[in-house]
């Protein structure tokens, strides 16, 4: 063959400017005539219905047949209406214009539906008889994608020869199909795959419409399923296409190719190849998506019946799509076989026209289309099953819990997902992976938290952990603290979050967990509905079986650190019942020096507040009364819960002034205020009010001196139980009228003396306030003043404090 093919004209008579598409073969040529390209929708896209009667244009083309040459007479064509403009009305036998839908706005149903394309699809639906077989199609796809995978390369890839023969893939493939069950699933297939194959080559090389060939094959696979027709006529296809690249790519270095390319006139792909890239990027593209279309069709079949069945909501709406997706998956294949086959007898000539690069385009865009669609029914699907076992997983848990065991393991593994078995956990000194056998019957305290930890919190936990490894061989030292982040899985996990997590994980010397996404969501829902973890650390104790000894024991570490081990309630009970209300509960380890100061008997004031004046008129007064009452009086400042710039801002003008001693750290501070929180709630979960209980009452007297706008101060002696306590004004009153009482001091005490002095000047009028964190535990409905035994009102406090 010479020479290059000739301009084609086209007239007709006052229709549209419409681009002609030429479908080669050796014998015949059709013209297809297009109507301007319109926003598709999935089924009114620009891919329509086929005409069953043709329609005879005077369009002439030239065509080489036998021993034709392009100056001879030209032979005339039937030109058959293309399905991708027009519909034959039924009743007048006019050709119509699609009405396209340019909204996806008015729901899926929409999507799939029109009267026309019913019509088809009550055709498609009248061939599908399935006999019940199963076929186990994925291993074919995985055959299939790789053949597409290799056969549809970018030309530049082919001219560059680049083939990926690497051993490794070649060796994946063999496992992928060197099965018994695999090999005989495609020994009864082949057969059927061949038929295809050649059936899809007759009718595309004869020149029949696009519809009827595609009902042909779906005549010829009623009998499967609906996965298996889909993969079965890819595989047919993906047999002639991997044929035509395998000659085109070994054209030019293998012999027997380029004699097989002689043979069918195969074009000079490589020669030509700016011509011939708009038809083969289509052709990829659509390939693409028609592998697309059927992993998701295969997807919907393998779903798990288990937890979703054909008439739950979101799995019988695809159902019903499938058959719509089937049909236009098999029909691209049927375009991109008219495309592969029309090169054939090509030879050199080359064409210039890019419109079937624009037809197979159109058709990816609706393949592509369906492909969203069947995507997002997936995705709803999968949120269904995954609501299902998360549902399952929850309930085991309950009842794996409320089960005896032998050990922990079970629980653990429960509450930790260890990935393909992968060492879950992150041994907190040396950082390195390790599995959950390191914690076999051992107590284990799980510290909960979110990322949003505080650094007073981690520092505070973190001394008293390292105190305990000192002594390991103590019975209080005998437990492990492992780390369980808990995150909002329905928010992506960025970057900074991953830093976040990091940097915790690493000032962390106990054991974590390797990554957050190791807690199933099932045990996330167990840990904030039967734990009831809100924002708030919470510290679950495990006993060496697995029980829960205690729900939350973070308030028990807080007051007596590892002292409260086993973390029981009855320990919890044991250690209430030994203390009393005195400067050692209320300071314990926080500073040395006031244990120092306690054990010499002498007087101890602590103040708090964030007035600077009133601290420095009352720290001038106190020091003066000590002075006049000749007692040795030692003064602190603890400044106030959540403490921030103003508290430190006091302490840098204590400290300069040298009004009194104070704590420098503001994570002291914190800490001492969180200790009477802790044991609000301690006493609180045992039952305890001010009424019955004498330490309650004054836990919220400090609480509520902590909740006002004044200062405050306590006064007490060593070790003694006597305690003179009240707010700014009234104890600044009762130290500037020391004359008045001075003379109590010898036969009373100094500390008794004061007490009744500000019993003199406590008046009925009060206004007492208790600031509890919403998020630390259950908060009584009803609560009754420390002061004067009435209820106090509720309310509700939002805070945003940054000084």
Not at 220 to 238: H, Q
Not at 294 to 320: G, R, W
Not at 449 to 456: A, F, G, R, V, W
Not at 683 to 700: F, L, P, S, Y
Request: proline content about 5%; charged content about 20%.
């Amino acid at each position: 063959m010479s020479g290059g093919m000739k301009n084609v004209a086209t007239q007709q008579g006052a229709q549209p400017a419409v681009a002609p598409t030429l479908l080669r073969s050796p014998q015949t040529v059709q013209t297809v005539q297009t109507m301007p390209l319109q926003q598709p929708t999935l089924m009114n896209s620009t891919v329509q219905h086929p005409v069953q009667h043709p329609v005879q244009l005077p369009v002439q083309h030239p065509v080489q047949h036998g021993g034709q040459h392009p100056g001879q007479h030209p032979l005339p064509v039937t030109a058959q209406q293309n399905t991708n403009s027009h519909l034959l009305n039924n009743r007048h036998n006019e050709l119509v214009p699609v009405q396209q839908n340019n909204s996806l706005l008015r729901g899926d149903r929409h999507l799939f539906s029109s009267s026309d394309d019913n019509v088809m699809m009550r055709q498609i639906q009248g061939t599908h008889a399935p006999d019940g077989r199963e076929v186990n199609v994925k291993p074919l796809l995985h055959i299939v994608e790789d053949i597409l995978h290799r056969a549809t390369p970018s030309l530049d890839g082919v001219l560059a020869h680049e083939h990926d023969t690497t051993q490794a893939h070649m060796d994946a493939l063999d496992d992928r199909t060197h099965h018994v069950d695999f090999i005989g699933m495609l020994e009864a297939l082949s057969y059927t795959i061949h038929k295809i194959s050649c059936e899809i080559s007759c009718k595309c090389s004869g020149g029949g419409d696009a519809h009827t060939t595609t009902l042909a094959l779906f005549n010829t696979l009623s009998s499967y399923s609906w996965d298996a027709k889909v993969v079965i006529a890819l595989a047919a296809f993906a047999v002639n296409y991997g044929e035509f690249w395998l000659v085109a790519q070994l054209y030019t270095t293998n012999n027997l190719a380029k004699s097989v390319a002689l043979l069918k006139q195969l074009p000079d792909i490589l020669e030509h190849s700016e011509m011939f890239r708009p038809r083969f990027e289509a052709l990829k593209h659509l390939t693409k998506a028609m592998l697309d279309v059927t992993n998701c069709i295969v997807e919907f079949k393998d779903l798990p019946a288990q937890y979703i069945t054909a008439d739950t909501p979101a799995m019988s709406m695809a159902l019903a799509h499938i058959p719509t997706a089937a049909y236009w998956t098999i029909r691209s294949v049927v375009a991109c076989s008219s495309q592969m086959i029309g090169l054939i007898g090509l030879g050199h000539e080359y064409i210039t026209s890019t419109t079937e690069a624009w037809e197979l385009s159109s058709l990816a865009h609706k393949v592509n289309n369906i492909h969203g669609h069947l995507t997002k029914q997936l995705s709803v699907c999968h949120q269904h099953i995954d609501g299902k076992r998360h549902i399952e997983a929850y309930q085991m848990l309950v009842r794996l819990f409320e089960t005896i065991h032998i050990d922990n393991m079970k629980i653990l593994r429960a509450l930790i997902y260890a990935h393909d078995d992968q060492p879950p956990l992150v041994e907190g000194s040396t950082k390195k992976r390790v599995h959950l056998d390191v914690l076999r019957r051992k107590n284990v305290l799980l510290l909960i938290t979110d990322l949003q930890i505080s650094q007073e919190e981690l520092s505070i936990l973190e001394q008293m952990y390292r105190e305990s490894r000192h002594q390991p061989t103590r019975t209080e030292s005998q437990y492990e603290v492992v780390w369980l982040p808990i995150v909002d899985r329905t928010l992506p996990w960025t970057e900074p979050k991953e830093k976040q997590f990091e940097n915790l994980q690493m000032l962390m010397p106990w054991y974590t967990v390797h990554h957050p996404s190791l807690l199933d969501p099932a045990v996330i829902k167990y840990i904030k509905e039967v734990w009831r973890f809100q924002k708030k650390p919470i510290l679950v104790v495990l006993d060496p079986q697995g029980r829960v000894v205690s729900p939350n024991a973070l308030h028990m570490m807080w007051i007596w650190g590892s002292l409260a081990f086993p973390f029981t309630s009855m320990r919890e009970e044991a250690l209430w019942k030994e203390e009393s209300w005195r400067l050692e509960l209320l300071v314990d380890g926080i500073d040395p020096l006031i244990l120092n100061w306690i054990s010499e008997g002498r007087f101890i004031c602590l103040y708090g507040g964030e007035d600077i004046e009133w601290i420095r008129k009352f720290t001038t007064t106190a020091r003066n009364v000590a002075q006049a009452a000749r007692i040795p009086l030692e003064l602190v400042y603890v400044g106030k819960s959540n403490p921030k710039e103003r508290v430190r801002k006091n302490i840098a003008a204590i400290t300069t002034e040298k009004l009194s001693h104070c704590w420098q750290d503001l994570t002291s501070i914190w800490f001492f205020w969180v200790r009477l929180e802790s044991m609000w709630y301690s006493k609180m979960q045992h039952g305890r009010t001010v009424e019955n209980d004498t330490i309650m009452q004054e836990i919220m007297t400090m609480l509520s001196f902590d909740g006002s706008d004044q200062g405050w101060a306590v006064i007490s002696r060593g070790s003694g139980l006597d305690m003179a306590k009240a707010k700014g004004e009234t104890i600044l009153t009762a130290l500037t009228e020391y004359d008045a009482w001075k003379e109590h001091v010898e036969p009373k005490g100094f500390v008794p003396a004061l007490t009744d002095h500000l019993h003199q000047l406590h008046t009925p009028h009060h206004c007492n306030r208790l600031i509890l964190p919403g998020t630390s535990g259950s908060i009584p409905e009803m609560l009754v003043c420390a002061e004067c035994g009435r209820p106090m009102e509720k309310y509700i406090m939002y805070r945003c404090c940054t000084d």
